[in-house]
């Protein structure tokens, strides 16, 4: 009975530890949103202006000539928005492009809007081509990254008067986020914490990111400069939540309406994309193809920064002659 009881009290005085432990995570954290989220969207924002879409603002870069083409470059799940693209933007300027890159409300320096719905795939994709019609952008290269592919995709089936050609660098196009990291949003306080902690600018926030690269340096310090500045606006952290809730939910556009060619670029070692939902669009976009980059994973577009920019310079320059 003495060594059930010393075992029992030892399973007790873990559970105590680990509930300490987690008590006192989710009060860092939420103690860390409430007071580094104090500032506005033009805070540490040194580039780009912002343009006024449902009278909310949203905030672009551009490079190059107004007579070039156009390149649009839409990122994808990440606080740092355009940020994440590197130096992609300039380097395909000076190749002869003008290019847009945008950061999608909730992220970036973009507008934080109070309203969960307004993170829907349909919702990006409709501010997208407002964006994109305020300009005067049509039949443009459009670029995604990550579930910015989701967003190019659904333009295209939506508007595909803005899209003369697609570029999807390593598409996520179903929910990268497991059903636990689900449940824990529907925790008050917790929520709050563990967004933070793992993605917006916690301390698991680098780790995470940078488990899916071959190259831990491919995200360098000047867009960690970036995700610090962006963590610091007022409703970072809550926007996040809201995307993660409706990126859940997102259903696969109808792809097999795009006439648009489009090319699929993948790391080979990237850990986030299943080969599965590779060759489902494939099989849907009837004018796509498919090119594997080796030693590079989730952001080929920085770890293999030239063969990514020849790629779509290629892309671009093949489809629109």
Partial sequence: MSFLRSIANSLLAIILFCLIILVLLVGYGAFMVRVSEQNGLDYGAQEGVWVWIDEHPIHTQTWGSDEAPWIVLVHGLDPAG???????GKDLSKQGYHVLAVDLEGMGHSYRNPDPAAYDLDSQ???????????????ATIVGHDWGCAVALQLAVDQPQFVGQLVLVSPVVESPFEEWQMRILDVPWLDQAYAWTAHTGGPVARILRQSSLTKLNALDSDYWAALRKVSRIEATTQSW????SRVDTAQLPQVSQIESPTLILRGAKDPLISEGSIKTLLILIDQSEEEVLDESGHYPHLEQRIRVLSEIASQA????D
């Fill in 241 to 244: 939540i809201y995307l993660m």
């Fill in 125 to 139: 994709a409709n501010r997208l081509a407002q964006l994109l019609n305020e300009k005067r952008i049509k039949e």
């Fill in 317 to 320: 320059s093949a489809n629109s």
């Fill in 82 to 88: 355009s940020a994440s693209w590197g130096t992609l």
